[in-house]
């Protein structure tokens, strides 16, 4: 029986308030009274050009490629070393997706591997901020401008993280975060795109309201509104929004919380760090607590710890299977491997992480892990 989950969804406790006031206001579609709160709130907290909220941070990837026109045959580079949604966002446009590898220590992308795989197809790169802590931006968008190439920032799992003091979503032409109940900051399901290339602003709002310039219609620009582009449906629900709302109020508690447990774990399991390897960060990242893990020495080491840790009612997960060796990619990205990539995928373990776990849980899986150890 698991006596420890992976994963709890936190719960406020002010949720509730915000979602009744919601049903009360008789507003349940996108862009309501919440929306426009949350909008606000990281528009004004980190200088975002602009938000808007989404079904997901699939659907804010999906959004991405359709700003960015990407059509059959376009390349897009990113690491293999990420969830489906980062590369079906751009499949689902025609683009083949070039896989990069990850660094040896970390399973961010590898910048110095990314320019070698840059052609004339390519249009546009997408880093992964893996556990929320960042990619190296400042050699990406260099490498981004010296071929005129646009930057995605995949930042689901990266709320409320810096490098070099600039948050992590205002690198890119654009970045999609994620509000799904794994992440830090949650609403069940939700997603949010950041706009900061100015030239994306009009068309992004076009989008997301099903190709119509609804949006500039009830701000009063526009006297009538109709179809003017392709587009989807990819407004949350303002019942999702004053639910999101409601974690916005109170992130800074939740982000204290989890940061304080992620260094319990660092600290204790830094005694076995010649037996594992746990996350290390530079000084251009911060860390926002987003997961916690260790890297096995192998396959089936980790298989082991995973069993051993169940029976002791502790549930610990790994994490992607590398998508350039998945069933649907493998034969379009061919016999190239990418051995960090692979072997994060083989060897790395997420430890339990939410923000109310209780403390002496931590220590009880870190004694687990260390006793497994010797
Ligand atoms: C969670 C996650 C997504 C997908 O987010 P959804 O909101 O569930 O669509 C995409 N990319 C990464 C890296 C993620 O961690």
Same mark, same amino acid.
């Given at each position: 029986?698991i006596k420890?989950?992976?994963?709890?969804?936190y719960?406020t406790?002010?949720?509730?308030t915000?979602?009744?006031e919601?049903?009360?206001?008789g507003k349940l579609s996108g862009?309501?009274?919440?929306?426009?709160?949350?909008?606000q709130f990281?528009?004004q907290?980190?200088?975002?050009t602009?938000?808007?909220?989404t079904?997901?941070c699939?659907?804010a990837l999906?959004?991405?490629?359709i700003?960015?026109?990407?059509?059959d045959g376009?390349e897009?580079?990113?690491p293999s070393?990420t969830?489906?949604?980062?590369?079906?966002?751009?499949?689902l446009?025609g683009a083949k997706?070039?896989?990069?590898?990850?660094?040896l220590?970390?399973?961010?992308i590898?910048?110095s591997?990314?320019e070698?795989?840059i052609?004339?197809?390519t249009?546009a790169?997408?880093?992964v901020?893996?556990?929320?802590?960042?990619c190296?931006m400042?050699?990406?968008?260099?490498i981004?401008?010296?071929y005129n190439?646009?930057?995605?920032?995949?930042?689901?799992?990266a709320i409320d993280s810096?490098y070099?003091?600039?948050?992590l979503?205002s690198?890119?032409?654009?970045?999609?975060?994620?509000f799904h109940?794994t992440k830090n900051?949650?609403? /069940?399901e939700?997603?949010? =795109?950041?706009?900061?290339d +100015?030239? #994306?602003?009009?068309r992004?709002?076009?989008?997301r *309201?099903?190709?119509?310039?609804r949006s500039?219609?009830?701000?009063g620009e526009?006297?009538?509104?109709?179809?003017v582009?392709m /587009?989807s449906s990819?407004? =949350?629900?303002d019942i999702? +929004?004053? #639910?999101l709302?409601?974690?916005l109020l109170?992130? *800074?508690?939740?982000?204290?919380k989890r940061?304080?447990l992620w260094?319990?774990?660092?600290e204790?399991l830094?005694?076995?760090s010649?037996?594992i390897i746990i996350?290390q960060?530079n000084?251009?990242?911060?860390?926002?607590?987003?997961?916690?893990?260790i890297?096995?020495k192998?396959l089936?080491e980790?298989n082991?710890?995973?069993?051993?840790?169940?029976?002791?009612?502790?549930?610990?997960?790994?994490?992607?299977?590398s998508?350039h060796?998945?069933v649907?990619?493998a034969d379009?990205?061919g016999?190239?491997?990418l051995p960090?990539?692979?072997k994060?995928?083989?060897?790395?373990?997420r430890?339990?992480l939410?923000?109310d776990l209780?403390?002496?849980?931590?220590n009880?899986v870190c004694?687990?892990?260390?006793d497994f150890y010797q």
């Amino acid at each position: 029986m698991i006596k420890i989950p992976f994963n709890k969804p936190y719960i406020t406790g002010t949720e509730i308030t915000y979602v009744q006031e919601a049903i009360v206001s008789g507003k349940l579609s996108g862009d309501g009274s919440f929306t426009k709160k949350c909008h606000q709130f990281f528009e004004q907290k980190y200088g975002f050009t602009k938000v808007l909220l989404t079904t997901s941070c699939t659907d804010a990837l999906e959004l991405a490629a359709i700003l960015l026109n990407i059509k059959d045959g376009d390349e897009v580079i990113m690491p293999s070393y990420t969830f489906v949604s980062t590369a079906n966002a751009f499949v689902l446009r025609g683009a083949k997706i070039i896989f990069a590898d990850s660094l040896l220590n970390h399973p961010n992308i590898d910048v110095s591997k990314v320019e070698s795989l840059i052609t004339q197809k390519t249009i546009a790169i997408v880093p992964v901020h893996y556990g929320g802590v960042a990619c190296e931006m400042d050699e990406l968008i260099a490498i981004a401008n010296k071929y005129n190439l646009f930057v995605i920032e995949d930042a689901a799992q990266a709320i409320d993280s810096f490098y070099k003091g600039k948050p992590l979503g205002s690198f890119g032409h654009l970045a999609a975060f994620s509000f799904h109940d794994t992440k830090n900051i949650i609403c /069940g399901e939700g997603g949010m =795109l950041v706009v900061n290339d +100015a030239q #994306f602003v009009k068309r992004a709002e076009i989008v997301r *309201e099903k190709g119509t310039n609804r949006s500039a219609f009830f701000r009063g620009e526009v006297d009538k509104y109709g179809w003017v582009d392709m /587009g989807s449906s990819f407004l =949350l629900s303002d019942i999702l +929004a004053a #639910f999101l709302w409601g974690q916005l109020l109170e992130m *800074e508690v939740i982000q204290t919380k989890r940061k304080k447990l992620w260094h319990i774990y660092y600290e204790k399991l830094s005694k076995i760090s010649t037996r594992i390897i746990i996350p290390q960060l530079n000084t251009n990242q911060t860390n926002n607590a987003h997961a916690f893990y260790i890297i096995c020495k192998n396959l089936d080491e980790r298989n082991s710890l995973i069993a051993y840790l169940k029976d002791k009612g502790i549930a610990a997960v790994f994490h992607y299977v590398s998508l350039h060796k998945s069933v649907f990619y493998a034969d379009i990205h061919g016999n190239n491997p990418l051995p960090a990539c692979e072997k994060f995928s083989d060897c790395l373990l997420r430890l339990p992480l939410f923000a109310d776990l209780n403390e002496n849980c931590v220590n009880e899986v870190c004694q687990a892990i260390i006793d497994f150890y010797q």
